[in-house]
């Protein structure tokens, strides 16, 4: 089953990090750019950035809001996107969702994990 | 970056209705728009890609079209498990960004 699972999520003060995990299972890793988008409560979707596949030389690319406080990487060996989060802020809280993309053309964003939450509150 | 309008922001409908969404982009993305159904609590659910393609598994009550900056979703009869939001997302130009969601209720 092609699978996406994220973790790391949790309650953190404000300039705190956290770093969120999303597990894949089921296809070829590599072969799949890994995006992480997040929702706030009752908002809409915010792209944050993504980790590219090996065709794109697993390029990193953030949007320029997060840029300097969200670092992505990718572990092969463990199928795994990280995204480290820096300085975190109150507005940072959101469920934090990775997603896949096939790296063509205009793919869509077709496997998504559950998401995982944080929250920035002291 | 590129802003994505999506109307209505809401809408009320029965079982069996024609419903239609409208996104417009602040400059031409097309075809790199994507169209995706959230129900609550869940993660989003990719139906349609490259402006006008329905994504594997999902029904073919689901449709969209559009170019340029202008596009359309389109449900040609509503059923119970449609009641959701939806939103559109450009894919052409980085930062990657979506509408603001419409809410498809029961009327």
């Known amino acids: 089953e092609v699978q996406l699972v994220e973790s790391g999520g949790g309650l953190v003060q404000p300039g705190g990090s956290l770093k969120l995990s999303c597990a894949a299972s089921?296809?070829?890793?590599?072969?799949?750019?890994i995006h992480w988008v997040r929702q706030a409560a009752g908002r809409g979707l915010e792209w944050v950035g993504r980790a590219r596949s090996r065709r794109s030389d697993f390029a990193m690319q953030h949007a320029p809001s997060v840029e300097g406080r969200f670092t992505l990487s990718r572990d092969e060996s463990k199928n795994t996107a990280y995204l480290q989060i820096n300085s975190l802020r109150i507005e940072d809280t959101a469920v934090y969702y990775c997603a896949r993309h096939g790296d063509r053309f205009a793919d869509g964003l077709d496997v998504w994990g559950q998401g995982t939450t944080v929250t920035v509150s002291s | 970056d590129i802003q994505m309008t999506q109307s209505p922001s809401s809408l009320s409908a029965s079982v069996g209705d024609r419903v239609t969404i409208t996104c417009r982009a602040s400059q031409n993305c097309s075809p790199y728009l994507s169209w995706y159904q959230q129900r609550p609590g869940r993660a989003p659910k990719l139906l349609i890609y490259a402006a006008s393609s329905l994504q594997s598994g999902v029904p073919s009550r689901f449709s969209a079209s559009g170019s340029g900056t202008d596009f359309t979703l389109t449900i040609s009869s509503l059923q119970p498990e449609d009641f959701a939001t939806y939103y559109c997302l450009q894919s052409d130009i980085i930062p990657w960004t979506s509408g603001q969601g419409t809410k498809v209720e029961m009327k």
């Open positions: 089921g296809f070829i890793f590599s072969d799949f750019a």
